[in-house]
């Protein structure tokens, strides 16, 4: 039940010639598709800010000590500025000086430590962080089409890594953010499941613990297939007796599993000694960030609550605004953020029949987990960058629309727009949903 696939799967363990293939078919694409779309933000990102400045009072709030590069002192900083927004501010700070507040806890140490090391090389946090972050989606880019190639044809695994490319919120795969380190684990992780190279899969897995807070879910994926596949080999058994049953043997190798939680328990250990407080990322997520942890899926439920008061506000012109300056009201990202929702959990409908269900069960956790620390003003905030890693959606999607040439075109050019407009928000400093 749990590995069931779509018609027409591709073979579970590729031959040696077919994997040298997709090896630099997933290269080739994964390098047009991250530049081609990297130059789509640039370009908006650049005019937005040649032909609205920015608001400086968003970047007076955010970034007090100037952390981030002026627009008006050299080409250099204006091709570097539209990197560094918003969150960034705070990893490039903890890059340079560490864990410096209670607030800071609340992001997780693996990318800061890499932009740390990188800036070293390149004497700039934000070359770094950019390199870091470019290379990091091109390796993940070329790692998902691989794995898609293991359960869906070349044309929608071809699509998989476009929608990734192209989606929406895909702007944070170049900032001075950990999105793209993260993803880069996730799909590392998986992928080395399938080829059962377990201690590969741990050690991806505790590194995406370190990365962001969703990292600790791998463990659940992982081990799901350790028990019930997909995997390389054939299961120790079919379909007999119930299905709850593993499918696979228990056996040593299971160990590996644990470096997923102690990625997690290495950061937490080093606050313990450090700072004295194990547990101040959730702390600082609480008392800091406004995050709540309600019911599970309690952020969707705010969110819809909110939908009626929200429209209103908006015909009426009555919204409130995120600052001084910005063009985007709460309601108005609130709307957003619920129809996003609406695109994940059509996504989720689309993949059930076409990617193996343990990866559909893994978005499914990866969703309610995000939807379930709502904050006042937007419940259902950064879904839209959250929804990167839940690659289940994009080849469920990707497998619909690589059967439905008109549907795909319309698809990939909407959300190249809307990444455009994204992107020229983003510079202005103001809050991209």
């Given at each position: ?53 920015e608001n400086a009072v968003a970047r007076h709030l955010l970034d007090p000590s100037r952390v ?359 510079a202005y400093w103001s809050l991209v949903p």
């Amino acid at each position: 039940m749990l590995d069931r696939v779509g018609a027409q799967p591709a073979p579970a363990l590729p031959a040696t010639g077919r994997s040298a293939v997709a090896k630099i078919e997933g290269l080739r694409l994964a390098v047009v598709a991250t530049l081609g779309t990297r130059l789509l933000v640039w370009a908006a990102a650049i005019a937005s800010i040649a032909i609205f400045g920015e608001n400086a009072v968003a970047r007076h709030l955010l970034d007090p000590s100037r952390v981030t590069p002026p627009i008006h002192s050299g080409v250099l900083n204006m091709l570097l500025s539209p990197a560094a927004r918003w969150d960034s501010v705070w990893y490039l700070q903890i890059a340079a000086h560490g864990y410096f507040s209670p607030p800071s806890a609340n992001f997780y140490p693996l990318y800061p430590l890499l932009v740390g090391l990188g800036a070293r090389l390149s004497d700039n946090a934000i070359v770094a962080g950019i390199a870091i972050s470019i290379g990091s989606t091109v390796a993940a880019l070329m790692l998902l089409y691989r794995l898609a190639l293991l359960d869906l044809e070349r044309p929608a695994a071809r699509m998989t890594v476009l929608l990734v490319a192209v989606f929406p919120a895909s702007l944070f795969l170049s900032a001075a953010y950990p999105t793209s380190l993260f993803l880069l684990l996730t799909i590392a992780a998986v992928y080395a499941a399938r080829r059962e190279r377990w201690p590969l899969a741990g050690l991806c897995g505790g590194l995406a613990a370190a990365t962001s807070s969703d990292g600790i879910l791998l463990i659940v994926v992982l081990a799901l297939m350790y028990l019930y596949g997909p995997r390389g080999r054939s299961p120790l058994r079919e379909r007999a007796g119930a299905w709850w049953r593993p499918r696979f043997p228990i056996e040593r190798e299971i160990v590996w599993l644990a470096l997923v939680p102690a990625g997690l328990a290495a950061y937490l250990g080093y606050l313990t000694v450090a700072h004295g407080d194990p547990l101040a990322p959730f702390h600082a997520a609480t008392s800091d960030w406004g995050h709540s942890f309600g019911p599970p899926l309690a952020s969707i439920v705010k969110a819809l609550g909110n939908v009626p008061g929200d429209l209103r506000a908006v015909l009426n012109r009555t919204t409130t605004l995120i600052g001084p300056g910005d063009p985007i009201s709460w309601q108005s990202r609130n709307l957003i953020d619920v129809a996003f929702l609406g695109l994940a959990v059509a996504a989720l409908i689309v993949a059930w029949s076409r990617v193996p269900r343990v990866y559909v069960i893994f978005a499914m956790v990866q969703l309610a987990e995000v939807t379930s620390f709502p904050t006042g003003t937007e419940p259902m905030i950064g879904l839209a960058r959250y929804m990167l890693p839940m690659f289940a959606l994009f080849m469920g999607a990707g497998a619909y629309l690589a059967e439905r040439r008109t549907a795909a075109r319309i698809t990939l050019v909407t959300s190249a727009l809307l990444l455009v407009a994204f992107s020229g928000l983003w510079a202005y400093w103001s809050l991209v949903p």
